[in-house]
């Protein structure tokens, strides 16, 4: 059987309109790599059955939703087919009664989120790219959070059950639809951060929370970093129940507040602290932080309204914006602890020729760092900040670059142990290596 034969045998399983072939695949490219033909299937049963003829013809497949991180990962070594399932946009079960829902992985966040909302839920995840279109598929298999993720967990705890397709076109489902019923191995979890290298996500059950009632937020520059580290563990050692603590550095500080209206101190080191739950609750908890930031030398602003949602909006998104060149993103995780090792290599970097920019999930040690500069430089600074975060026992990948910065500083670092698990892992979902071939590890 020919090429052309066999990419319209694919299209015939979606129907013609629902495949994009030729020229107008490079839309979809994955880390520049651009796929033969686009396919939209409808159903789940459609994905087995493109998955079934990938594997009997050995295409490789790229599962994908909106394409909003087509940056994540290394280049796919070969892209055959983009399989993306964003027509599988439903919501198939919402158990308001026990908290929790179920919809197929095309759903966009935000349109899930707006599903929720009659019922005076949501899924307590934000990661960036919710307005571009970021699906729910695309967040497990990312495994990205956001700023909330202290109060709430990370996609992996809310995560209860799945049901995904695997490279030979089974169809198979892990965890359960009830939170209790969730014993043994949680496979779910297996897929969360796998970058669609183990099966096509098609359906995910998810905890649901209630919407709070009343949010503000302390805003708060120090005059120093060890201040402002101080305050950070005065702050999760004390009674406050804190919905998110970012601890970000001071160009970013300013950049966020110009586009938000927050107050800031121009040249310090900020926290903000945010507290959503009943009204009397975040009033009484908001003057609790107030204090004791104050004991650390800050004066706090609060916030509330627009100007909040607006101030978290753009820390939740940094680093957003689309890859270019002369720029990487980084993602670092450290024990608390060191997160001012890390900042204060970011401040040196400026004399190499970089410019960098940085956000820390201050209670969890994830730190968000944009970098521009160019590639000379950028592979010296990714380098500088993999050594200190893995000195202390954390790691440092980078979430988006230039092919050439990828293939200078390595996008993943040291896996150790890991490694061979992963490969193990990875033979015994996909053993023809179809799905994202080389795109994790």
Same mark, same amino acid.
């Given at each position: 059987?020919?090429?052309?034969?066999?990419?319209?045998?694919?299209?015939?399983?979606?129907? &013609?309109?629902?495949? #994009?072939?030729?020229?107008?695949?490079?839309?979809?490219? #994955?880390? &520049? *790599?651009?796929?033969?033909?686009?396919? %939209?299937?409808?159903?789940?049963?459609?994905?087995?059955?493109?998955?079934?003829?990938?594997?009997?013809?050995?295409?490789?497949?790229?599962?994908?939703?909106?394409?909003?991180?087509?940056?994540?990962?290394?280049?796919?070594?070969?892209?055959?087919?983009?399989?993306?399932?964003?027509?599988? $946009?439903? +919501? @198939?079960?919402?158990?308001?009664? /026990?908290?929790?829902?179920?919809?197929?992985?095309?759903?966009?966040?935000?349109? =899930?989120?707006?599903?929720?909302?009659?019922?005076?839920?949501?899924?307590?995840?934000?990661?960036?790219?919710?307005?571009?279109?970021?699906?729910? $598929?695309? +967040?497990?298999?990312?495994?990205?959070?956001?700023?909330?993720?202290?109060?709430?967990?990370?996609?992996?705890?809310?995560?209860?059950?799945?049901?995904?397709?695997?490279?030979? &076109?089974?169809? =198979?489902?892990?965890?359960?639809?009830?939170?209790?019923?969730?014993?043994?191995?949680?496979?779910?979890?297996?897929?969360?951060?796998?970058?669609?290298?183990?099966? #096509?996500?098609?359906?995910?059950?998810?905890?649901?929370?209630?919407?709070?009632? %009343?949010?503000?937020?302390?805003?708060?520059? %120090?005059?120093?970093?060890?201040?402002?580290?101080?305050?950070?563990?005065? @702050? @999760?050692?004390? /009674?406050?129940?804190?919905?998110?603590?970012?601890?970000?550095?001071?160009?970013?500080?300013?950049?966020?507040?110009?586009?938000?209206?927050?107050?800031?101190?121009?040249?310090?080191?900020?926290?903000?602290?945010?507290?959503?739950?009943? /009204?009397?609750?975040?009033?009484?908890?908001?003057? @609790?932080?107030?204090?004791?930031?104050?004991?650390?030398?800050?004066?706090?602003?609060?916030?509330?309204?627009?100007?909040?949602?607006?101030? !978290?909006?753009?820390?939740?998104? %940094?680093?957003?914006?689309?890859?270019?060149?002369?720029?990487?993103?980084?993602?670092?995780? *450290? #024990?608390?602890?060191?997160?001012?090792?890390? =900042?204060?290599?970011?401040?040196?970097?400026?004399?190499? &020729?970089?410019?960098?920019?940085?956000?820390?999930?201050?209670?969890?040690?994830?730190?968000?760092?944009?970098?521009?500069?160019?590639?000379?430089?950028?592979?010296?600074?990714?380098?500088?900040?993999?050594?200190?975060?893995?000195?202390?026992?954390?790691?440092?990948?980078?979430?988006?670059?230039?092919?050439?910065?990828?293939?200078?500083?390595?996008? !993943?670092? /040291?896996?150790?142990?890991?490694?061979?698990?992963?490969?193990?892992?990875?033979?015994?979902?996909?053993?023809?290596?179809?799905?994202?071939?080389?795109?994790?590890?």
């Amino acid at each position: 059987m020919g090429d052309n034969e066999i990419l319209n045998n694919l299209a015939g399983i979606v129907s &013609g309109e629902n495949a #994009v072939p030729g020229d107008g695949a490079a839309e979809f490219s #994955v880390g &520049g *790599v651009a796929p033969r033909i686009v396919l %939209f299937p409808g159903t789940v049963e459609e994905v087995s059955e493109i998955m079934k003829a990938a594997s009997r013809d050995s295409l490789s497949v790229i599962p994908m939703g909106s394409n909003t991180k087509s940056g994540l990962g290394d280049a796919v070594t070969r892209a055959d087919v983009a399989l993306s399932v964003k027509r599988l $946009g439903r +919501i @198939l079960e919402h158990e308001s009664a /026990d908290m929790v829902a179920t919809a197929e992985c095309g759903m966009t966040l935000a349109a =899930f989120q707006e599903g929720l909302g009659g019922k005076n839920q949501f899924l307590p995840v934000d990661p960036p790219h919710a307005k571009e279109g970021a699906t729910l $598929g695309g +967040i497990i298999a990312s495994g990205d959070s956001g700023p909330e993720r202290l109060r709430y967990g990370t996609t992996r705890e809310l995560l209860i059950g799945m049901k995904a397709v695997r490279a030979d &076109g089974t169809i =198979f489902n892990g965890g359960a639809k009830v939170v209790k019923n969730v014993a043994g191995y949680d496979l779910p979890k297996l897929f969360v951060g796998s970058l669609g290298t183990l099966g #096509v996500l098609v359906e995910a059950t998810f905890r649901l929370y209630p919407v709070p009632e %009343f949010s503000r937020t302390c805003v708060a520059g %120090f005059g120093s970093l060890e201040d402002s580290q101080a305050a950070v563990h005065a @702050l @999760l050692n004390s /009674d406050v129940v804190m919905t998110s603590l970012e601890h970000v550095t001071p160009l970013l500080a300013e950049a966020v507040s110009e586009r938000s209206g927050a107050p800031v101190k121009r040249g310090s080191y900020h926290l903000a602290v945010r507290i959503a739950n009943v /009204d009397k609750a975040v009033r009484d908890q908001t003057e @609790l932080v107030r204090g004791i930031l104050k004991n650390h030398g800050a004066e706090a602003s609060v916030v509330e309204g627009d100007v909040e949602n607006c101030f !978290w909006n753009g820390i939740r998104e %940094f680093p957003g914006g689309p890859s270019e060149e002369g720029r990487a993103v980084l993602k670092a995780g *450290v #024990v608390i602890s060191e997160v001012p090792s890390v =900042f204060k290599v970011i401040e040196m970097l400026a004399d190499g &020729g970089v410019a960098a920019l940085a956000s820390a999930r201050a209670g969890n040690g994830v730190i968000m760092i944009e970098l521009r500069g160019d590639d000379h430089a950028l592979v010296s600074a990714i380098d500088s900040l993999r050594m200190v975060s893995e000195s202390g026992g954390g790691t440092l990948v980078i979430n988006d670059a230039s092919p050439d910065v990828k293939s200078a500083a390595g996008v !993943w670092g /040291d896996l150790g142990s890991g490694y061979d698990l992963m490969k193990r892992i990875k033979s015994g979902y996909d053993p023809l290596n179809i799905l994202n071939p080389g795109r994790l590890v």
